[in-house]
């Protein structure tokens, strides 16, 4: 056998034939083509079944046919799954991240829960995350959907999520969360300086002998 070619016949299964049996029929020179049929589970009827042809193209069995795939010749989906934050949550409260956030002292533990939208292998939508103010690189986070930071310092963050589809096409506008975490009192400039005065004044006064040690 040289050369292999499949043919199909609906609802009944794979058959293998012998490319020169063809030919040789075709010009009149043999009456008949011998085959080898696949039937049940080696032929139609199995979801994994498919087979290559010389021309490179992957045939699968179809209720009313063959379907016929080049590997080749299969367009990109540049259509990038939207993103949306739906869920923040700051020192065991939840948040409205529609607005800026303004955390209070002490709400230095923030999580984020977000997702995308694909109607095309929703399964194999793709994140990344960075929290600008601390990361950074973009951090992978693969199909996970929860971004969590712990023991955040005071100051001001922009949290952006953004999402692939499953041909690796990235939504690069991605979607921002504004953050401003609110120092306590003793973490402030005022308190510095004022401990900033009050360390000058009491070394000035030893110096010109004001306490007595």
Excluded at 169 to 186: C, D, E, K, M, Y
Aim: charged share 20%.
């Amino acid at each position: 056998m040289n050369v292999a070619t499949f043919g199909f016949i609906p609802f009944a299964g794979f058959f293998l034939l012998n490319k020169q049996n063809v030919d040789d029929f075709f010009r009149g020179k043999i009456d008949h083509v011998e085959c080898t049929a696949y039937e049940g589970p080696e032929g139609y009827g199995q979801e994994n079944s498919a087979c290559r042809t010389l021309d490179g193209r992957i045939w699968f069995p179809g209720s009313k046919g063959l379907i016929a795939v080049d590997p080749t010749n299969i367009p990109v989906n540049w259509v990038v799954p939207p993103v949306n934050i739906y869920r923040v949550r700051a020192g065991g409260a939840e948040l409205d991240c529609s607005k800026p956030l303004i955390l209070k002292p002490g709400q230095q533990d923030i999580e984020f829960s977000y997702t995308a939208i694909s109607f095309i292998s929703p399964e194999k939508i793709r994140f990344r995350y960075k929290l600008e103010g601390l990361d950074r690189d973009w951090i992978e986070a693969g199909g996970r959907r929860l971004a969590y930071y712990a023991n955040l310092k005071p100051g001001r963050y922009t949290f952006h999520v953004t999402a692939c589809n499953a041909d690796g096409v990235w939504n690069q506008a991605g979607v921002p969360v504004q953050i401003q975490l609110l120092p306590h009192f003793h973490q402030t400039v005022w308190f510095r300086l004022l401990c900033g005065v009050a360390v000058v004044g009491l070394s000035w006064a030893v110096t010109a002998g004001g306490f007595a040690i």
